[in-house]
């Protein structure tokens, strides 16, 4: 299994970034995809998680903010950042978990500065 997360970068504050995490394999659609991130010398945390079926979960400090997609034809899950803070640079990291199995791609680096 291999996950390419792309679309990091430099953002100013109130910026918008969208992230990508492309998968190369057949069980993407049913498998759960998760975001992750690790602030300069902090532990990873989730920050959205969008589910086999479709639902989705948000750490309450990105809701109203970020949105979790995917593109099931594309094998693509899609991370849309909007408002962006100085808070939320970090490496961002897309986990796929298929039955209780967890994959993760390398990191694309979110940095909001101005």
């Known amino acids: 299994v291999q996950l390419q997360a792309s679309g990091g970068g430099l953002v100013q504050p109130g910026g918008s970034l969208r992230l990508s995490c492309a998968a190369s394999?057949?069980?993407?659609?049913?498998?759960?995809i998760g975001w992750y991130r690790q602030p300069p010398g902090k532990q990873r945390e989730l920050v959205a998680v969008?589910?086999?079926?479709?639902?989705?979960n948000y750490a309450d400090s990105v809701k109203g903010r970020f949105t979790i997609s995917r593109d099931n034809a594309k094998n693509t899950a899609y991370l849309q950042m909007n408002s962006l803070k100085p808070e939320d640079t970090a490496v961002y990291y897309c986990?796929?978990?298929?039955?209780?199995?967890?994959?993760w791609g390398k990191g694309t680096l979110v940095t909001v500065s101005s």
């Open positions: 986990n796929l978990e298929f039955i209780g199995i967890n994959y």
């Open positions: 394999v057949s069980i993407f659609s049913s498998s759960n």
């Open positions: 969008i589910r086999s079926g479709g639902t989705t």
